[in-house]
């Protein structure tokens, strides 16, 4: 692929945006993400999925030089095909992990918004400054940051284009974690590695039930809960989370 690469290790799938200098997100990338994304869902030996970007930045936002190349009704079709692919990763049955360094801005942010958990370097900038070019986010960010940030901040970040950053978007409840530049990936594997212990049947039913906490449908989601906890219940990983438990062991989840 030429926009990215992908190894698997310790059942990590790591993802890495090879666009140089800025890693920006152009529909080539996009295509090749949902390919990879293709890949590791049937891959049973990969139980969580880690993105990163190649050199200074995770992506410093679109491609602003094949907005050039786009005419008419191009510009929507672009649109939704980036949705649907970051709606695929939200929706994802595995972890995605985003690991963002130097800036996430514009769709680059909006790629790290669509990912499970976000972890920042500390001096990181965030933002969606697409006013500043006369245009608007298209790739589900005035929907996906106000969910995290706030309507109000939402408002401030897209119309003014001013960034925040990494500090700030963990106080804000954009990213989960921030550390040095020089940590952030040893982090990021520590932290994936923790997720790929777990039983691979139930982070699947709690991905698909936080699906639910994000369209509002509590009773819904609530039934679902009920439907899911009886299912997983009874699978053979259950059985060996309360063996292990009572032995006093770590469990070995084998995704049954």
């Not at 049955?93 to 990912?115: D, F, N, R």
């Not at 923790?194 to 698909?208: D, E, F, G, R, Y």
Request: glycine share 8%; charged share 25%.
């Amino acid at each position: 692929m030429e926009n990215l690469k992908w190894a698997i290790e310790e059942r990590v799938a790591t993802i890495t945006i090879t666009r140089p200098p800025a890693n920006a997100l152009s529909s080539g990338l996009i295509t090749d993400l949902a390919a990879v994304l293709d890949q590791v869902e049937n891959n049973d030996e990969v139980r969580v999925v880690l993105i990163h970007g190649e050199g200074k930045f995770f992506s410093a936002g679109a491609d602003i030089k094949e907005f050039t190349t786009i005419k008419g009704d191009g510009f929507e079709n672009l649109s939704e095909n980036g949705q649907n692919v970051f709606e695929r990763m939200e929706s994802f049955p595995k972890p995605i992990i985003a690991a963002i360094h130097g800036a996430a801005l514009g769709g680059g942010l909006e790629l790290a918004m669509a990912c499970h958990i976000r972890l920042v370097t500390e001096n990181a900038k965030l933002g969606l400054p697409e006013l500043q070019l006369g245009l608007i986010p298209g790739f589900a960010g005035t929907q996906r940051l106000p969910r995290y940030v706030g309507t109000a901040r939402a408002a401030e970040m897209m119309i003014t284009s001013e960034p925040i950053t990494g500090q700030e978007a963990v106080q804000y409840g954009l990213a989960n974690h921030a550390y040095s530049d020089e940590d952030i990936l040893e982090n990021a594997y520590i932290l994936a590695k923790k997720m790929a212990q777990k039983s691979p049947i139930s982070v699947k039913a709690t991905l698909n039930l936080l699906n639910y906490a994000k369209t509002g449908q509590f009773y819904e989601g609530i039934k679902k809960e009920a439907q899911l906890f009886g299912e997983v219940f009874v699978s053979e990983d259950a059985k060996e989370g309360i063996t292990a438990f009572l032995e006093k062991r770590r469990p070995e989840f084998k995704g049954r």
